[in-house]
């Protein structure tokens, strides 16, 4: 299947956005600049937070320092940076000048139901079709495309996101399940006033993936950053958790 291109959407690629659409969705954009460790560890008290709700829940939010994340069953740095093991799978992603986002989908919803490529086509599709509306059109990576080891941005897999100049990777993607439900962490390298976690075009993108959206109760989002603090000492400001002992 060829990668899309420009603002003429192909409509094979994006009929999943439709049929696995959430009931709900609530969402938090933050603004603060946090470090790697405590991102990770945000995201992941998110995705308990999540699961013992059933809620869904996406959250996009900044760095406060170039950073360097590895799949849970990666070990591999870059250029001496320390990295951070992350919750989920997939290889080595450097953050900075990305957008970063968790989405969180709980057990027995169509999207968690389905295939993992199903589901990374379906966000994918969404984040293409919103960013195209905003004047940015990224193209997919074809389902025929082969993967190759290496660090995240230098190796499309199918349906990441294209530049759509160079077709160079600027968007990927990954995801773990857990008692049924799944957390998907992405990173977008995009134009500066497209990766404010504020950016308009991502009210589009939540619109997409759910019939209805809500901001996070600041209550409970003050209580997952308590929470995140402990995780965050327990495992990514860890040695051992970051060097997989």
């Known amino acids: 299947m060829d990668a899309l291109r420009g603002c003429g959407l192909q409509t094979n690629l994006f009929q999943s956005t439709d049929t696995m659409k959430l009931p709900s969705l609530l969402h938090w954009r933050d603004p603060d600049y946090r470090s790697a ?8 008290a998110l995705f308990h937070w999540s699961i013992a709700n059933t809620v869904a829940v996406a959250r996009f939010y900044h760095w406060n320092h170039n950073a360097v994340t590895v799949g849970y069953f990666n070990h591999e740095g870059a250029d001496g940076q320390t990295a951070v093991r992350r919750f989920t799978g997939g290889g080595l992603v450097e953050h900075g000048e990305d957008l970063t986002f968790l989405l969180t989908f709980p057990a027995g919803s169509e999207v968690a139901l389905a ?3 199903e589901r990374y086509q379906h966000v994918h599709a969404a984040l293409a079709e919103s ?3 905003a004047g940015f059109s ?7 495309k082969p993967s190759s080891p290496g660090p995240c941005f230098a190796n499309p897999v199918p349906w990441d996101l294209l530049d759509p100049g160079t077709s160079r990777k600027i968007g990927g993607g990954a995801q773990r399940r857990s008692r049924g439900a799944v957390i998907h962490q992405g990173s977008i390298r995009l134009p500066k006033d497209l990766r404010n976690p504020m950016a308009p075009w991502i009210e589009d993108f939540l619109s997409r993936m759910s019939e209805r959206t809500g901001v996070l109760d600041p209550i409970v989002r003050e209580n997952l950053c308590t929470e995140s603090l402990r995780i965050e000492k327990e495992r990514y400001s860890s040695r051992d958790w970051n060097s997989g002992t």
């Not at 460790?37 to 992941?44: S, V």
């Not at 990224?138 to 025929?144: D, F, S, V």
């Open 37 to 44: 460790a405590a991102n990770m560890a945000l995201d992941e």
């Open 115 to 117: 295939p993992g490529s």
């Open 131 to 133: 960013l195209a509306l």
């Open 138 to 144: 990224p193209g997919l990576a074809p389902e025929q």
